[in-house]
């Protein structure tokens, strides 16, 4: 097929400067893959980024600065292949046509986390969107590298439903980093993309009890087609009372935080029962405080931190594929690309949206 010489990008060159430009299209070297962009998700993530989280742009001493502008954003998403470097199609096992998705995150497959299997925790971080050699996919075509973590999605699937399977596979990861068992209770804070993702990954361990919470009822009743047993929103009663009703006055055995706020942490250390295990996965806008002596004097707790999906990708492609999410509630928007800063103000908001996806 004839490709055009240049595109439309979104492009960051700073705090709440998002510019729609014209960039060429890439052309694969050996080992890559070009794709036509078929959708691409708005991450929290995305967001924060775009209003100025530190965690995106101060150069600190325990985190360097994540965004190299300019660069293209965009890091969930599907892909159509259209194009084969020399040995890529053997390498990535895919053809000319075929529906794929990409790992997040671009693996240097030498470092000392690649090697022990840890390769979401890779040194040089490559992910797609943020980093100057991984450019993101809110464009219309896309390179996946030539290290790349590439898979083939069923031809059935939606493109849009395909784009899921980044958040979903970060879902599956944070459950499985819970440990849950079939006499857990289950508390799963904030029912965005991330937190119903949990809720349907953590059904499929079939604990005692699954608890989602969030402050908007609407969201709650998504939460119960993704598989959670009740739904509590914190406005309209004692969460730690509740709980406790479910688990014989010791609370929750696993919370799984997936907001991003302080108030879902310091609740979460409060309702969780003694030696029970709190999973951390979202990312915060600023600094959360709480008081430790609960984490150790007081109940000897387990605290986990999640990061990215690693081998979950499969399992969240199989599962979006068998239709075991209410996909179509979960994408609650799409937008055309040149009208991204809709999407970006949506996620922002939150009251309306829970995925919000671009169509170049």
Not at 82 to 90: D, I, M, R, T
Not at 217 to 243: F, H, Q, R, S, Y
């Amino acid at each position: 097929m004839s490709l055009p010489d240049t595109m439309m990008a979104v492009v960051i060159h700073g705090k709440e400067d998002y510019r729609m430009e014209e960039v060429p299209v890439p052309k694969p070297g050996p080992g890559e893959v070009l794709v036509k962009v078929e959708a691409v998700g708005i991450c929290a993530g995305d967001a924060k980024t775009f209003t100025g989280a530190e965690r995106f742009w101060v150069n600190g001493a325990d985190v360097p600065q994540y965004v190299e502008p300019p660069v293209i954003p965009g890091h969930e998403f599907s892909g159509r292949v259209v194009s084969l470097g020399e040995g890529a199609g053997e390498l990535h096992g895919v053809a000319v046509g075929d529906l794929t998705v990409s790992e997040q995150i671009v693996p240097c497959q030498d470092c000392k986390y690649c090697g022990n299997g840890n390769y979401q925790m890779c040194v040089p971080h490559h992910v797609y969107g943020f980093h100057q050699v991984t450019p993101g996919a809110m464009t219309s075509y896309l390179i996946y590298p030539e290290k790349a973590l590439v898979h083939k999605v069923p031809e059935h699937v939606d493109p849009k439903h395909a784009c899921f399977v980044e958040p979903f596979a970060c879902s599956l990861h944070a459950v499985d980093l819970g440990q849950i068992g079939w006499d857990d209770v289950v508390v799963i804070s904030g029912c965005g993309p991330l937190g119903l993702g949990m809720v349907a990954g953590a059904k499929k361990k079939d604990p005692k009890c699954i608890v989602a919470l969030d402050l908007l009822d609407w969201k709650l009743d998504i939460a119960k087609k993704c598989g959670a047993d009740v739904v509590l929103n914190p406005t309209k009663c004692n969460l730690t009372e509740e709980v406790n009703k479910l688990s014989g006055g010791l609370g929750c055995d696993v919370y799984i935080e997936a907001t991003g706020a302080g108030p879902s942490v310091k609740q979460g250390l409060s309702m969780l029962a003694r030696m029970g295990r709190f999973v951390e996965f979202s990312v915060f806008g600023r600094d959360v405080t709480c008081d430790w002596s609960v984490i150790s004097d007081t109940k000897e707790l387990t605290i986990v931190g999640g990061h990215l999906g690693p081998k979950m990708w499969p399992k969240a492609i199989s599962m979006i594929a068998a239709g075991e999410l209410p996909m179509d509630d979960i994408i609650s928007h799409t937008f055309p690309l040149k009208e991204f800063r809709k999407g970006i103000d949506q996620v922002i908001s939150g009251r309306e949206s829970i995925k919000v996806m671009l169509i170049p």
